[in-house]
């Protein structure tokens, strides 16, 4: 028993003793692991490198994704484009893709500029940055050697021998033979030099690859849409040729036009019944709070658009901006203000020189002009600066609006004077839309606060129509009204109470001289417009918007007007919307109006 007690200590003794060589064992092997990972960390300098990897790319990330942020709005325009063309040019894909050409995808010059791009960032930062280093750090090294440097107060902390608790192995330094022979040192730092420079070529090469590879897959891959566009061209499910025109046996093209100023407006063209070759375009111009759909809501046989096309004429229809087919930029959110930034002033600079060029450019004819109410507006003002006469035949005002300074509309008379459109404004209401909430609070207390009777809220607005059936306002609400910008009724409301025609007035000196050059807005004058131009005038006895004293100033301006080139029609009993929506219209103002087109083409 005592000898087996002796052979248990013994074992026990020889476990302990193994247990602990093996304890120092890997002890030691942790040790030589950290020191030869922190030899080679500082010799080969990866944080360095590492970082300049991680720096080229970053900085080739950052501008493929703003490069893309432009692609993909050209994408979505194609992409629209394409829809349209297929549609309604009956192209296919493959042809439209040899007009257009695939989008996202890169060119060899594309390919050549991005790989030409990704070296010269890897080779300046990582290449010739690591060996910049590399030699600064082998320079150093030699003046250590040579005594030139003394080591900085930090770096002698290592000479100084832990006590107590400090553990030893943190400045155990590396098991190295020593050679005193300074030629020695120097070609060890030869060496070291060569291993730096091999290391950072190799890393800078494998940076160069990833970013190839990161901007070819950034040039081929199509990110998410931005929010800048708001819409896509109309579908077929939802277009007005679609819904509208087709269902009534018409050929009709939907067209999408750019104004200078990034807006997209939608526009449609409805091909003469059984002529196409030198058939005289009409452009179409809606009013205020209107679209091109006012010149369909009356039935096939009666209304102007139509009829026109009955009678051979390629007819154009123009959709201001802000409206429902045209609630497109290539910038701007249709929800920010930016977007909404504008009045009839821009309508006249950007929107109908856009849709005049449009058609000349697709037609090479010049076109007659059928303008309502806004329409007439924007038209007189570009005509009175001898703008678009160019492409002019002739063109037709019904219910022209130029002075409105003494309209009998309550409704458009009362909001003017008590400036709400301009208390919508400050509010930060950029969309005025007779739809939305705020706006609709505010007619219903001027309403109840006033002895206007907004019951029938059209008549109140435009005035006692005459020959508006009451089975097509239902139509009407469908499509009706539109959105414009309070901006643009601040416009309108300052014609009204000052009873001028001139540019939109920014109420504040140093504006209108930093807009217009001057410290009043200029005025479009009415007398400058061409007395040999055609024009076909037709105005109501019952139209409050378009009253019959501002339309004899506009005739006021004309005297002078050659005879042979002047139609004015006036119909006593005619409102406002009675020129679009009345059901005699076709024969009273429309019929009248193709055949002085007949006579002037």
Request: hydrophobic residues 35%.
């Amino acid at each position: 028993m005592h000898r087996l007690r002796n052979l248990g200590s013994i074992s026990n003794s020889v476990s302990a003793a193994n247990l602990k060589r093996k304890s120092l064992n890997s002890w030691a092997a942790i040790q030589d692991t950290y020191f030869s990972t922190k030899d080679t960390f500082e010799r080969h300098r990866v944080v360095f490198t590492v970082g300049t990897s991680i720096a080229s790319v970053a900085t080739a990330f950052i501008g493929y994704s703003l490069r893309h942020v432009h692609d993909t709005r050209v994408d979505e325009r194609l992409q629209s484009i394409e829809h349209a063309m297929k549609n309604h040019v009956n192209l296919q894909h493959s042809e439209i893709k040899d007009i257009v050409g695939p989008p996202g995808g890169c060119s060899i010059p594309a390919c050549a500029a991005t790989a030409g791009t990704a070296l010269l960032i890897g080779y300046g930062l990582g290449w010739r940055g690591g060996s910049w280093y590399t030699t600064k750090k082998f320079r150093k090294e030699q003046m250590k050697i040579l005594g030139q440097i003394k080591p900085r107060r930090w770096q002698m902390l290592g000479n100084i021998k832990p006590k107590g608790w400090q553990f030893k192995f943190l400045r155990r330094p590396l098991t190295r033979t020593k050679v005193p022979d300074t030629a020695v040192k120097t070609s060890s730092m030869h060496q070291k030099k060569k291993k730096y420079k091999m290391a950072n070529r190799l890393l800078s090469i494998t940076l160069v690859m990833i970013l190839f590879w990161c901007s070819t897959l950034a040039t081929r891959t199509k990110l998410l849409p931005l929010n800048t566009i708001t819409a896509l061209a109309p579908t077929l499910s939802d277009g007005v040729c679609s819904s509208l025109v087709k269902t009534q046996n018409y050929a009709c093209e939907e067209h999408l036009v750019t104004t200078q100023d990034g807006y997209v407006l939608n526009m449609q063209r409805i091909l003469p019944r059984g002529r196409h070759g030198n058939s005289i375009p009409v452009l179409l111009q809606h009013g205020l709070f209107m679209d091109g759909v006012t010149w369909l809501l009356l039935p096939p046989s009666q209304s102007l658009a139509f009829l026109l096309a009955e009678n051979g004429f390629d007819v154009w229809i123009a959709n201001t901006r802000g409206t429902k087919y045209s609630h497109q930029h290539t910038s701007f959110s249709s929800n920010s203000s930016d977007y909404w930034n504008w009045s009839w002033d821009e309508l006249v600079a950007y929107d109908l020189p856009a849709t005049f060029q449009y058609v000349h450019d697709q037609t090479g004819q010049k076109l007659h002009y059928v303008g309502h109410s806004q329409g007439t507006l924007v038209a007189l003002a570009a005509f009175s600066k001898d703008q678009l006469l160019d492409k002019l035949r002739s063109a037709a005002l019904l219910c022209p609006i130029a002075y409105v300074g003494q309209m009998t509309s309550p409704l458009a008379k009362n909001a003017a004077e008590n400036f709400i459109a301009e208390s919508l404004y400050k509010l930060g209401i950029f969309e005025f839309s007779l739809r939305e909430g705020s706006v609709v609070k505010f007619l219903k207390d001027m309403c109840k606060t006033t002895s206007i009777d907004c019951s029938n809220l059209l008549t109140s607005f435009t005035g006692p129509n005459c020959c508006v059936n009451p089975s097509i306002i239902s139509t009407f609400l469908d499509h009706e009204p539109q959105s414009t910008a309070t901006k643009n009724m601040i416009h309108l409301s300052q014609m009204i109470r000052e009873g001028t025609i001139a540019m939109f007035d920014y109420e504040n000196r140093d504006e209108n001289i930093r807009h217009y050059g001057q410290s009043t807005p200029p005025i479009y004058d009415m007398t400058r417009l061409p007395n040999d131009l055609p024009l076909f005038i037709s105005y109501g006895g019952a139209d409050a918007l378009s009253d019959v004293k501002d339309v004899q100033l506009l005739l006021e301006s004309l005297k002078d007007h050659d005879g042979d080139k002047l139609v004015v029609q006036y119909r006593n009993d005619y409102a406002h919307a009675d020129y679009v929506m009345g059901e005699n219209a076709r024969k009273d103002v429309y019929e009248p109006l193709i055949s002085f087109f007949k006579l002037q083409s």
